[in-house]
């Protein structure tokens, strides 16, 4: 009996408590209302970032390293391995915060130095109000796509540069290029700072100059493809053709190792581009989708139109086709229906083609993997046709207005100059930034080894290793 | 004695392994080699580059043997390397000075 006297008061106590906590609780949420991180959205970004990593190592360095010939199959490997690394090491050191915090519109600042003030507790903002990811997760999760841009550039000047040259241009071109395109084209404030339109108008003005200007670029078209592209053709122009270049075999050792590597990068990309989403929802899986069909359709146009123009269908053309696939939809793969995402992968198979065979002839540079062709045409392509088939009347998602919570109205007139500032800035910002960086490293390196070491292959002269062992 | 050495296409080699050995052939030397003759190379496309390949991979082999067996082995080689279409390869004789068994010592036809 005692024993139920003194339940019921502590009971009534508790509910008294808990009648009071109500009205702290509510005035609280009002002032505070700080989201927690969803776990399978924080999950899925762990496991995005690793497929990312997975994408570089090893597989572009195994569809690079497929690529050249057997003397140069440890120096490619090495260098994707390294520049990995190394932009890895830079990101978190200074990379990250001149990309992703606040500064002008075309670099941010130094206050998250060593990702300084970053905890466990702290969180990023995603495309959706109220939802966050771990920033901790958000700031790796970047700094792949950090580590894998300047690795496509090395596909150009294959073959033939110093490793101690490479290394300085990438450091160079890591800090001068890519980071302020990454603050450029993704740095915002989040939706939750469009409160109202004049809150939305602070919040914009504080974004990168690309997002100012509307460009939208959902895994990276311009920061990446666009971005490394540049880099790689100014490259290829300034250290020069291969010595024998048109005249002797240089043709690639093994086309098994680039198959896999292109299948790795395939799956890969998946953490890339639906990871992009920074949430586990449906728009994840409509990037996802459209990562797949892309893919799998530039990988048939490329292969039909060489079956059609040369007479046959090559493994390393399907192995191509997926490839710029994935370059042509990862601007548009949030963006775009599956219809858009067919049409976008139908056509970059065939555009990238000619960019690998007319366009390169064109341009007469020793783009020795053909970086260029690939990610640069196939990089354009996917901004220009992102800014069509975002449409709504086209099948599209459209772009979400965070003041008025709905999708905006479309206008792909109005899209496409966006997206025609994001191109050509892009073009003209990597463009100078390689020149000067690899005319400073000319000037103090050296970009090339001796003829005799070239043709001697970089594995044993740079390395002191070979690959193969008969 | 003779030396023959015959340039054949290289699937064909355990066919032409299986003839000699009938004939009572006791060794072989196979070598893998490139040439070129009537058949020509051919071309390999990667992406926008072209490369003739001018030299195909053939497998050299060679037999040392006593005269009496010429005819038989270069006919034995002849059937069994044969596919009737171009590129099949030729066959060369050459006369054989000498022979030495390094292990013995022995040299001449018994060496062989």
């Known amino acids: 009996m005692k024993k139920i006297i003194v339940f019921s008061s502590l009971m009534l106590a508790v509910l008294a408590v808990m009648a009071v906590g109500t009205g702290f609780a509510e005035e609280a949420a009002a002032v505070v209302a700080a989201p927690v991180p969803n776990k399978g959205d924080t999950a899925w970004m762990i496991v995005s970032t690793l497929l990312v990593t997975l994408m570089t190592i090893p597989g572009l360095a195994l569809f690079y390293g497929g690529l050249v010939r057997s003397k140069n199959m440890l120096s490619v490997l090495m260098q994707v391995f390294t520049v990995f690394s190394l932009c890895m090491v830079l990101w978190v050191i200074y990379g990250y915060s001149v990309a992703f915090t606040e500064g002008n519109a075309f670099f941010g600042g130094f206050s998250k130095i060593l990702l300084k003030g970053i905890t466990v507790d702290s969180v990023a903002a995603t495309f959706s109000k109220g939802v966050v990811i771990p920033e901790l997760v958000y700031a790796f999760f970047q700094a792949t796509f950090a580590a894998i841009t300047p690795a496509l550039i090395l596909g150009a000047f294959a073959e033939r540069m110093k490793f101690s040259a490479v290394l300085a241009f990438i450091v160079l071109w890591f800090s001068f290029a890519y980071l302020p395109i990454a603050h450029m084209v993704w740095y915002w404030a989040g939706p939750d700072a469009y409160t109202d339109a004049a809150a939305g108008e602070k919040a914009l003005a504080t974004a990168g100059f690309l997002f100012q200007k509307g460009a939208i670029d959902f895994a990276g078209g311009t920061v990446v493809h666009i971005n490394a592209a540049i880099a790689g053709l100014i490259g290829a122009f300034m250290v020069g053709k291969r010595v024998g270049y048109g005249k002797e075999s240089m043709a690639p050792h093994s086309l098994t190792m680039t198959m896999i590597g292109a299948c790795l990068l395939w799956v890969g990309w998946f953490g890339f581009n639906a990871g992009s989403n920074l949430e586990a929802n449906g728009l994840a899986g409509l990037a996802f989708g459209n990562t797949m069909l892309a893919t799998a359709a530039a990988a048939l146009s490329w292969t039909f139109t060489e079956w059609i123009i040369k007479g046959k269908p090559s493994m390393l053309g399907a192995a191509s086709g997926a490839v710029a696939g994935l370059v042509a939809v990862t601007p548009a793969c949030g963006w775009v229906g599956i219809g858009g995402a067919l049409v976008i992968g139908l056509l970059a198979g065939i555009i990238c083609l000619w960019g690998v065979n007319g366009l390169k002839r064109m341009l007469g540079a020793d783009d020795a993997l053909d970086v260029f062709g690939v990610h640069g045409v196939g990089g354009m392509l996917g901004a220009i046709l992102t800014g069509i088939f975002a449409d709504p009347a086209l099948g599209g998602v459209g772009v979400y207005d965070y003041v008025a919570n709905k999708v905006a109205d479309y206008s792909i007139a109005t899209q496409l100059t966006s997206q025609m500032w994001a191109i050509g800035t892009t073009i003209l910002w990597s463009g100078i930034v390689s020149l000067v960086a690899y005319k400073l490293v000319d000037m103090t390196i050296g970009l090339r080894v001796t003829e005799e070491e070239e043709r001697e292959g970089l594995d044993t002269v740079s390395h002191g290793e070979s690959a193969y062992h008969n | ?112």
Do not use: C, W
């Not at chain 2, 037999?63 to 590129?87: M, P, R």
């Open chain 2, 1 to 112: 004695m003779k030396f023959v050495s015959a340039i054949i296409k290289p699937f064909k080699l355990n066919e032409v392994r299986e003839s000699l050995t009938a004939l009572g052939v006791k060794g072989v030397t196979v070598t893998e080699v490139k040439g070129f003759g009537r058949q020509k190379g051919h071309t390999e496309m990667y992406r926008g580059a072209e490369y003739v390949i001018e030299f195909l991979p053939k497998l050299k082999i060679e037999v040392a043997i006593d005269d009496s067996q010429l005819e038989q082995v270069v006919e034995g080689i002849k059937k069994s390397a044969n596919t009737g279409k171009i590129g099949d390869g030729k066959i060369f004789v050459f006369d054989l000075e000498q022979v030495t068994r390094i292990r013995t010592g022995e040299s001449g036809p018994e060496a062989l």
